[in-house]
């Protein structure tokens, strides 16, 4: 795999809601545990790549653009506190497959044996930081970045743009 020096710099915010932005809205594991997690301030996304999209598009843009770095949200509970929304991008990532089930299973028992809140998603924060570190998340959302790139170059050929 060749790097770039876009790879050796940290990812933006906005460079990951638009990777985000890209990737399947509904997987198996993430929506079951929403399902199972309901949050209940009332509010409701139609999906979690909607909801990750806009919350990191918008911190990016709060913060000029350029300074919000992905990681220092990721790594921030207070930032991204659910855990559904943290399950669907390892998911939608491919980094968890339907065959980790057993994270979904201990992310459950987590639930349950701490009545959910607050408690539930720092326990839940620092078990699935723990399995995945950011360098590994950004490492695979820059797999992503790099392949949409290709993708996009092939479909629109720099000849055709628009100028």
Not at 82 to 89: E, Q
Request: net charge negative; hydrophobic share 40%; aromatic share 8%.
């Amino acid at each position: 795999m060749e790097t770039s020096a876009e790879d050796t710099e940290e990812m933006r915010a906005y460079e990951l809601a638009a990777v985000l932005g890209e990737l399947a809205d509904h997987l198996p594991l993430s929506d079951a545990l929403e399902a199972a997690t309901m949050q209940e301030s009332g509010r409701w996304w139609f999906s979690q790549r909607t909801h990750l999209t806009g919350c990191l598009a918008g911190t990016a843009l709060k913060e000029n653009w350029e300074g919000a770095i992905a990681k220092n949200i990721w790594c921030n509970q207070q930032k991204l506190k659910r855990v559904d929304a943290r399950l669907w991008v390892l998911e939608a990532l491919g980094l968890v497959t339907e065959n980790d089930r057993y994270i979904l299973e201990h992310l459950l028992t987590m639930h349950k044996e701490r009545t959910g809140g607050h408690q539930f998603n720092k326990k839940a924060f620092e078990y699935l930081n723990e399995l995945f570190p950011w360098d590994l998340i950004e490492a695979r959302a820059r797999e992503h970045q790099r392949n949409l790139k290709k993708t996009d170059k092939a479909r629109y050929p720099l000849e055709l743009r628009r100028r």
